[in-house]
């Protein structure tokens, strides 16, 4: 598959101490297993002159105080806090000066984010995704991409997951409903 680099972005979703760290409260072994190929997308990508764009899940400690239904604290416990080591993206994934940060607070990158309209703004149609977890904030912001008519590529070598079922479903799922899974071996950027 071969993608235009001007029109595409490879999105690293929360590659995080807190997941992908042995000493991360929500450490996940198959989130550390992609740090390795996700840095070598990257690597390409950044070769290839593609925007690349990590997002970082981060929590204020009273996020959930007075949420009426929407607790993720109640659902994972306490994790990624504002200012934590755990909500620093992970050594191996060396955040350079002409990538994107987008901050969020929900499993979906494109909630109350200016995603949207920083892609919009430089013309970028096909996001590249990649991180953790698959099932969780992989999954949330391909479908929220694909619904706001971005072209949502899953790079399944290079997604991360609790179980091997959790991603098995949410691999299926995407390629279903609303983009298209991809191995990173498969892809090309322009004149690569």
Known sequence: MDLEPADTAVVVVDMQNG???PDGSLYAPGSETVIEPIADLVERAREADLQVIYTRDIHPPEQFDDAHYYDEFEQWGEHVLEGSWEADIVDELTVEEDDHVVEKHTYDAFYNTELEGWLNARGIDDLVLCGTLA?????????????????????????????DDHKAYA??????????VVDSDNLAFGDE
């Open 19 to 21: 997941f992908c760290h």
């Open 135 to 163: 099932n969780v904030c992989v999954l949330h912001t391909g479908g929220s991409a694909g619904l706001r008519d971005f072209r949502p590529l899953m790079v399944e070598d290079c997604i991360g997951a609790i179980e």
């Open 171 to 180: 691999i299926d799922h995407a390629d279903w409903l609303f983009g298209e």
